[in-house]
């Protein structure tokens, strides 16, 4: 049986829904993931058209000096090792993930004569952290690959401190019009650049765009964020090419 960090594995259309992945899915989708390892940046600057850089540096104004900060599903380290002048903690689930962000992460943090992060090999529904932890937790690119977004959603909230923010920057969807657009980007121009730089027809992308295709819209999950228990939620697309979007909650005072 799944364990308590695991979502229900009955009722999903394909093992996956805007509300979670079940196991088995989950654990190819991790194999998948690690795969994209050595050219996760290049594909991905490439099918933003270089905007990836411009939204982790938009997210990272959310995090002041001093603060205690949390990413959720770190991946390489390409947001972290950006997060300057905090008391840094990295989460993942994947070994291999936290191995690269590691080596990232240190060697900016050391260029900035910045003490060493903590890393933490865990999933976002069972976060080995205490109550009112952190007064920033981030989670970019990484909230539609959780196992159950809802409990994910919940855990973050917990380890937040009174008044802490959660701050999410994933796919950007809409409503489903804009949906539709995002996921014949996904199928055309980002699975020919993913071809073109892993010279692999079974390259790793192909896995990740249909975590696209079910993730859910904007409006969606800030509904999600305010059941769990989120004040001031917010949501909206990123310009200029509305291909991520931002969702924020506060935990209550």
Wanted: include cysteine; glycine fraction near 8%.
């Amino acid at each position: 049986m799944p364990d308590e960090g695991q979502p229900r594995d009955e009722g999903r259309v394909h093992g996956i829904d805007a509300e979670g992945i079940d196991t088995d899915e989950w654990n190819e989708l991790m194999r998948h993931l690690e795969a994209t390892i050595p050219v996760y940046d290049r594909v991905n600057s490439i099918v933003t058209l270089g905007q990836d850089s411009r939204w982790r540096r938009h997210v990272a104004k959310s995090a002041q000096p001093g603060m205690k900060v949390l990413e959720v599903g770190c991946g390489p380290g390409s947001f972290a090792e950006g997060l300057a002048e905090v008391e840094l903690t990295c989460l993942d689930p994947s070994t291999a993930m936290l191995a690269v962000a590691k080596k990232r992460v240190e060697a900016a943090r050391s260029s900035r004569s910045e003490p060493p992060a903590s890393y933490v090999e865990a999933t976002a529904e069972s976060l080995p952290f205490e109550d009112d932890s952190f007064d920033r937790v981030f989670c970019l690119f990484s909230f539609r690959d959780f196992h159950d977004k809802k409990k994910g959603l919940k855990e973050m909230l917990r380890v937040l401190k009174p008044g802490g923010r959660l701050v999410i920057c994933d796919a950007g969807k809409g409503r489903f019009p804009h949906g539709l657009l995002g996921r014949l980007w996904m199928a055309t121009v980002v699975q020919l650049v993913a071809r073109r730089v892993t010279k692999n027809p079974d390259h790793p992308w192909k896995w990740l765009a249909k975590t696209y295709v079910h993730f859910g819209t904007i409006p969606f999950y800030r509904k999600m964020m305010r059941d769990v228990g989120y004040e001031n939620v917010r949501g909206r697309l990123l310009l200029p090419f509305l291909m991520a979007g931002k969702l924020t909650g506060t935990k209550p005072q």
